[in-house]
C-alpha cells in the first residue's frame, strides 16, 4: 500500500526558511516521479517542484532560486523552501506517480499523479 507522509510545516515569517519532508512507503521507490504541490484556499492545486528522476527536477516560475527538491535513497523526499513570501502561504503536499506516467514537462501537473499525501501548512506572514 503507498502511503505518503508530509512533515516540517509551520508559520514562519517572511524571508524566513522551512523544510518539508516526505516520507514515501513506495516498491521500487526510484521508478517514481516526486512533486510538492501546494493549495491556497480558493485556489486551484499548483505544482511546486518535481523530481523526475535524480538531477531532472523542475520547477514553477515564482519559486526558482528560493526552492530546492531533492530525494535520498531510501524513500524520503524534501523541500527545502527559503526567502518565503506571504504568497507561499498554502497547504502543500506531496505527490508520487510512475515515471512512465509522465514526462519531465508534464510533472508539474497534480492530474498526472496516483499518490497523495494528506498535506502538511505553511503559513507565511
Known amino acids: 500500500q503507498v502511503q505518503l507522509v508530509e512533515s516540517g510545516g509551520g508559520s514562519v515569517q517572511a524571508g524566513g526558511s522551512l523544510r518539508l519532508s516526505c516520507a514515501a512507503s513506495l516498491y521500487s521507490y526510484w521508478r517514481y516521479c516526486m512533486g510538492w504541490f501546494r493549495q491556497a484556499p480558493g485556489k486551484e492545486r499548483e505544482g511546486v517542484a518535481a523530481m523526475y528522476r535524480k538531477g531532472a527536477a523542475i520547477y514553477e516560475d515564482s519559486v526558482k532560486g528560493r526552492f530546492a527538491i531533492s530525494k535520498d535513497n531510501v524513500g524520503t523526499v524534501y523541500l527545502e523552501m527559503h526567502s518565503l513570501r506571504p504568497e507561499d502561504t498554502a497547504m502543500y503536499y506531496c505527490?508520487?506517480?510512475?515515471?512512465?506516467?509522465?514526462?519531465?514537462?508534464?510533472?508539474?501537473?497534480?492530474?498526472?499523479?496516483?499518490?497523495w499525501g494528506q498535506g502538511t501548512q505553511v503559513t507565511v506572514s
Open positions: 505527490a508520487a506517480t510512475p515515471r512512465w506516467r509522465v514526462t519531465r514537462a508534464q510533472s508539474l501537473t497534480a492530474t498526472n499523479y496516483d499518490f
